[in-house]
């Protein structure tokens, strides 16, 4: 289910905010109304921590995470280090890394098994991914793009990426990343996919200029659609048919 | 409206951002800072030119700073830019956005719809935006919307909450303010303008010439008598921003030099419609950005002001001697 929101008028949201499986992070400053819709949908199944990253609420954009770890960049103080250790569950590794390219966000798309990172990355930022993370480094661009962070919204189950990715590369991420690969936009025709929508296993939350064609690619890519019409089909087939004559 | 074919002509080293409207802004960022001059080569100043059009297509602008373009890969050369006015376009929607991102201060309302109604009311607007440019910015932004024809939009409904809530607090216009947005908003027209801050004031004549000239043509060239009639404008209603000195009572000045203003205005043709409005009044702003240094004794407000219609004339006026006296507007701000 994908549900569209904005943090104060700014449809931005993947910039305010980051989700994986295990946790939600969002930036401190914005209206109630943005952390609650957050809370309504996931409230109870994965916790919703409310954080600023070195003093700022891009938090989506500096911090790089997945259900088995959190890296933060070095700007990061060591109150809002503490304080994420504290709120999230203790199975995610929260490290602090050194690391010139500090927007991790923008120079690291990850799931829980693989991660696609900026051609520039440091090597020992490439084994700390690996280590804390649990993931498959590859080293790519996305239709020319370095910053594969931002072009690019991964879960385990799809991935959306820049518009303007051709055949032969989404096929061959596609093949890296092991997942469906769409190429779209969002926001009504932004590009940069992972400021404007933010996605997990479960749930996925977009701008709300996400226009409802967005939205349907996104919801189908993502497989976040909870009936498919054949699915209830064979689940009703299954309880009106008790046996064949 | 014609377009010249795109020459693909970009210096190899632009900052490196992904969003191009910023890149665009920091092109502009080069623009207006006429000190840097790394080599300098002959090169005159050209006069900024304006080739007037028919009613419908817009003028352009050339503006040529002094300097060099360097050309050892290094950004610190000066940039030239041909600005073009164009009519509003569905593809403005996002940069059009973009400036108007704090209109309302804080509030979350309708955003995108305000944008959406200013881009589709193509006869009567105006966005500025650098000729041949691929990402297509946009640097500026004129309108004028009639209050009693949109008056169903929930942008516009949230707008009129939002100006009667900040006028409840201030004696007298309340009701003045009430009655322009409820039983005369028939003649009232909501002028909107805004741009990037260091957008060339050069460029500020040709923006509000080009916005009141399609206001008056748009009284006789509008398809149907209630549009002609819409464009009639008797009051226009303008919401801006205004650094005011924190302590406004204080007289004396001990030891600065420079005479500490009463009231900055961000945009220079405020102060202009300020002196010739009816009546106005300020508030205070929730979102108190950073003030650069000169400006550490100031505190943004916003500003609503209602200027008549005939007071259009000598507003154009003013603000061509303003703008043509070699004005400049300082750093920072």
Same mark, same amino acid.
């Given at each position: ?245 | ?154 942008? *516009?409904?949230?707008? #009129? ?5 900040? %006028?409840? @607090?201030? /004696? ?5 303010? !009430? ?57 226009? *209603?303008?919401?801006? #921003? ?5 302590? %406004?009572? @204080?007289? /004396? ?5 420079? !005479? ?74």
């Amino acid at each position: 289910m994908a549900t569209r929101l904005q943090f104060e008028n700014n449809c931005d949201i993947g910039v305010f905010s980051k989700l994986t499986n295990g946790y939600c992070m969002v930036a401190i400053g914005g209206s109630e109304s943005f952390y609650s819709v957050f809370e309504s949908e996931l409230g109870g199944v994965i916790p919703v921590v409310k954080t600023s990253i070195a003093g700022t609420r891009i938090v989506g954009r500096l911090c790089a995470g997945n259900k088995n770890g959190l890296l933060l960049p070095h700007t990061t103080t060591d109150q809002e280090l503490q304080h994420l250790r504290n709120s999230l569950p203790d199975q995610v590794v929260v490290q602090r890394i050194e690391e010139k390219l500090s927007a991790l966000g923008n120079c690291i798309a990850c799931n829980d098994h693989v991660a696609l990172t900026h051609t520039d990355l440091d090597r020992e930022t490439e084994e700390i991914i690996v280590d804390v993370l649990g993931v498959e480094v590859f080293r790519q661009t996305i239709a020319g793009n370095i910053l594969v962070g931002s072009f690019c919204a991964l879960s385990n189950r799809g991935g959306l990426v820049h518009p303007h990715t051709s055949i032969e590369d989404l096929d061959e991420l596609s093949t890296l990343l092991q997942v469906p690969l769409v190429a779209g936009t969002v926001n009504r025709g932004s590009e940069v996919i992972a400021a404007g929508m933010i996605v997990n296993d479960r749930t996925s939350f977009c701008g709300s200029d996400t226009t409802a064609t967005e939205l349907s690619v996104i919801e189908s890519v993502f497989k976040l659609r909870d009936s498919q019409p054949s699915v209830i089909v064979d689940e009703m087939r299954k309880s009106l048919i008790d046996s064949y004559v | 409206m014609p377009r010249k074919p795109r020459r693909k002509q970009r210096p190899k080293s632009w900052p490196v951002t992904f969003s191009p409207f910023a890149r665009a802004l920091a092109r502009m960022a080069s623009v207006s800072k006429p000190n840097r001059r790394s080599k300098s080569i002959e090169s005159s100043e050209k006069p900024t030119r304006s080739s007037t059009s028919n009613g419908s297509s817009k003028h352009t602008l050339e503006e040529r700073p002094e300097g060099s373009e360097s050309s050892d890969g290094e950004f610190d050369g000066v940039v030239q830019a041909d600005f073009a006015f164009f009519d509003p376009k569905p593809n403005d929607f996002h940069g059009v956005k973009t400036l108007l991102q704090t209109y309302l201060d804080v509030e979350e309302w309708d955003l995108s719809g305000f944008a959406d109604l200013i881009l589709e009311q193509t006869t009567v607007g105006t966005v500025v935006k650098v000729e041949d440019d691929e990402d297509e910015g946009v640097f500026a932004l004129a309108t004028a919307l009639n209050l009693w024809r949109y008056r169903e939009q929930r942008c *516009i409904m949230k707008l #009129k909450e939002f100006l009667l809530l900040k %006028a409840s @607090q201030e /004696k007298g216009v309340g009701d003045q303010l !009430r009655l322009l947005l409820g039983e005369r908003a028939h003649n009232v027209g909501l002028l909107v303008s805004q741009r990037v801050v260091n957008l060339p004031p050069q460029l500020l004549p040709h923006l509000y010439d080009s916005l009141f000239n399609e206001v008056s043509w748009a009284t006789e060239d509008e398809p149907t008598e209630d549009l002609r009639n819409s464009f009639q404008f008797k009051h226009y *209603i303008i919401l801006s #921003k205004i650094y005011k000195h924190k302590n %406004a009572e @204080q007289q /004396k000045r001990k030891r600065s030099d420079d !005479r500490e203003e009463e009231i900055v205005y961000v945009k220079p043709e405020d102060e202009i419609f300020h002196e010739l409005s009816s009546w106005s009044f300020c508030f205070p702003l929730r979102t108190q950005q950073p003030a650069p240094h000169e400006l550490k004794n100031y505190r943004s407000m916003g500003l609503i002001m209602t200027v008549e219609a005939d007071k259009i004339p000598t507003f154009r006026q003013q603000l061509a001697s303003l703008i043509n006296e070699g004005w400049r507007q300082p750093e920072g701000v």
